[in-house]
């Protein structure tokens, strides 16, 4: 009530000062007062025309006189546009004030306290949160005799100069594959929440899930480089408690949604959770459904328009600076990328994507370095020849544009000839070279110029060198996965032999990258294998590699090609201790070349590595139809094909 009562004195003309403005405002009032009922009489008669007019049309449907020309040449004319009217200014005003009715009328929720309990948040020592209490008793009674409504939820989160560091491993090592935050932001905002804490004032929620989640994406990846911090014992012990964050952040997920919250850091962290899940148990529901609740908040905010010429009814987004709309902008365009990205994926996602172009009006992300983005300063939007903190990131949204396209070509539930599907990837092949061609030069992997730049150019830094890695991972992961299912028919049918060439060419290039990254000694390289993206494309490769050999005859085996796949299984065997489904991924690729090419000279290399590795022997269960050994070529790449769309 209050709020209209305040809504409606904003409505309300500013009080006068004498005689004159009184008489002025008086003279204005009737004539707005004749002009609306012209308007309105005119109104009435264009009303009154157009009902005659139209009983008179459709009377003349069933007259045996009607002539189609004329009746052509009055629809023509009722179809011409109205020039439209000034609206007065009171109408606007009714009219607004009806909207907005309508919106409050929309946006009803429950009070906090009917579906949600308390939540409080202490700190303690890093390494002891995993046993500290995870309710606290108000009245101080042991828990076997405090009442149920005395247990109040507890969240711990690290001292905060131990979340200092954490923050500090995040920005070096993680933040540059999937860079939506700010680091002076986050910073300032990490000083913030424990001067609240320290003051027993309230605390941001979505802030606390940014911290935990950070929390949860350091600890999984620290690496031994890392113990030299001194957060943990080692890094086997920091690696572990992953999995606490990750339960710490959930709760609070849950208190956000019961309470009905939502901000961009809230989002932040739920997009930095997301990663997380994915790394622990690759796109799972669990790491889906966090996914789209972000994608839910995020519309909830309206950054969907952020940049709507129309505008936005939202508060949110009035009053958001330009600075924070161009993290909002970071954000919203890597939910959009991962989201097209995961349409190609094999989960139950896979040809399906939440966010489509023409349902969203965000600009793209300027190629700025955090520093150029400041309160009350112009955002500089730096050419993409220049290396910046995103440059990645701009990439990364143009590549998920070319895999978009695959998708938007093969609607769901159409039928589509094998010539057409392998039309659309040919189309797709030449997107994803003429991407190769366009990208950055610091990007490329023709970059041995970049030798004689100095030490300190940005395009040398670890920082562009991991980028470069990685980009062009995905990409040749996207080449081999598109080609890999012709890889058979490559063998025998000259008109597939284009892809077996560039699925192979892309496998080993994908293990090239691996070599490279290996001697640029980047303290990236020794968390790599803990990235499921990173690991996938590793065993996308060397699938298509074992294909091969399974393929070929005897007589073409080489020693390179031995080489090759030793290569794959020796990353895949390092990855065990870091990944555990690598021990099933490195498994079964041995159990495929296994199954067909038993005298293969590669299966010894690393006999004694893999020894008693697969708890089921020798008898390795592939597919029900994998017992049938007389199976034609293309027929065992379909086989071996399907048991990756299991795993992938």
């Known amino acids: 009530m209050g709020g209209q009562q305040q809504q409606q004195q904003q409505l309300k003309s500013p009080v006068p000062k004498d005689a004159s403005t009184l008489e002025l405002l008086a003279r204005l009032e009737r004539l707005e007062n004749i002009v609306a009922a012209q308007g309105a009489g005119r109104e ?10 139209f009983n008179f049309n459709s009377n003349s449907i069933f007259n045996s006189n009607f002539n189609p020309r004329k009746g052509a040449e009055t629809q023509a004319e009722q179809s011409r546009p109205v020039t439209s009217r000034p609206v007065p200014p009171r109408l606007q005003r009714l009219t607004a004030d009806a909207l907005e009715l309508e919106r409050s009328c929309s946006d009803q929720k429950l009070t906090d306290s009917l579906i949600s309990e308390p939540i409080i948040f202490r700190t303690c020592p890093i390494r002891l949160a995993p046993t500290q209490p995870s309710y606290a008793f108000q009245n101080g009674l042991p828990t076997s005799m405090a009442g149920p409504m005395d247990a109040i939820k507890c969240i711990w989160l690290p001292r905060r100069d131990e979340m200092r560091i954490i923050l500090q491993k995040y920005i070096a090592d993680i933040s540059l594959f999937y860079h939506i935050i700010h680091v002076p932001t986050v910073q300032s905002l990490v000083e913030d929440i424990y001067a609240g804490l320290e003051a027993n004032v309230r605390v941001d929620v979505g802030g606390i899930l940014l911290l935990l989640s950070i929390c949860a ?6 690496s031994p480089p890392d113990d030299v911090r001194c957060l943990f014992a080692d890094h086997v012990e920091a690696n572990a408690q992953s999995t606490f964050w990750i339960k710490e952040a959930l709760d ?14 809230c989002i932040q962290g739920l997009i930095i959770l997301f990663f997380v899940f994915c790394n622990h148990e690759s796109v799972s529901f669990r790491a889906r459904s966090v996914f789209m609740s972000a994608i839910a908040m995020a519309t ?17 987004l009035l009053r958001m600076s330009e600075a924070k709309k161009e993290i909002a902008r ?10 097209w990205t995961l349409a190609q994926f094999n989960c139950p996602q896979e040809g399906f994507y939440f966010i489509h172009q023409n349902q969203m009006a965000v600009n793209k992300p300027r190629n700025a370095n955090d520093e150029d983005i400041m309160e009350g300063v112009e955002i500089i939007d730096r050419p993409v020849t220049e290396a910046t903190c995103i440059s990645y990131f701009v990439q990364r949204i143009r590549l998920a544009e070319v895999c978009r396209t695959l998708i938007d070509r093969a609607p769901l539930g159409t039928p589509t000839s094998e010539s057409s599907v392998y039309k659309g990837i040919l189309e797709v092949d030449a997107k994803l070279n003429q991407f190769m061609r366009e990208v950055p030069d610091f990007l490329s992997l023709e970059c041995s110029h970049l030798d004689n730049l100095p030490i300190t150019d940005p395009r040398r830094s670890p920082f562009i060198t991991a980028q470069r890695y990685m980009l062009n991972l995905l990409l040749h992961r996207q080449l081999c996965k598109i080609h890999l299912p012709y890889l058979a028919q490559g063998t025998v049918d000259p008109a597939y032999a284009y892809s077996r060439e560039v699925c192979l060419r892309s496998a080993r290039v994908v293990f090239e990258l691996d070599h490279q990254l290996q001697g640029e000694c980047l303290p990236f ?7 499921a993206m990173v690991l996938r494309s590793l065993f996308l490769a060397s699938i298509a590699l074992v294909l091969n050999a399974c393929l070929t005859g005897d007589a073409e085996d080489t020693g390179e090609g031995e080489d090759e796949i030793a290569g794959a299984w020796k990353i895949l065997h390092e990855a065990q201790g870091q990944f555990p489904p690598a021990a099933k991924l490195l498994e079964l690729s041995i159990q495929i070349l296994r199954k067909y090419k038993i005298k293969h000279r590669a299966l010894d290399l690393l006999q004694q590595q893999v020894a008693g590795l697969s708890p089921y022997g020798e008898t390795f269960p592939m ?10 070529m293309g027929e065992e790449g379909s086989l071996m094909f399907s048991v990756l769309l299991e795993l992938h």
């Open 252 to 265: 609070v997920i849950d208190h956000a949604q019961r309470t009905a919250h939502a901000s961009l850091e």
């Open 300 to 316: 909830e905010l309206s950054l969907h328009r952020l940049d709507d010429p129309q505008g936005s009814p939202m508060g949110t």
């Open 525 to 531: 390289f020794n968390s790599r294998l803990r990235l």
């Open 623 to 632: 597919t029900p139809e994998s017992t049938n050994h007389d199976m034609r």
């Open 44 to 53: 009435g008669k264009d009303a009154d025309n157009s009902g005659s007019s």
């Open 217 to 222: 994406s350091t600890t999984y990846a620290w």
């Open 330 to 339: 970071r954000v919203w365009w890597f939910m959009v990328a991962t989201d």
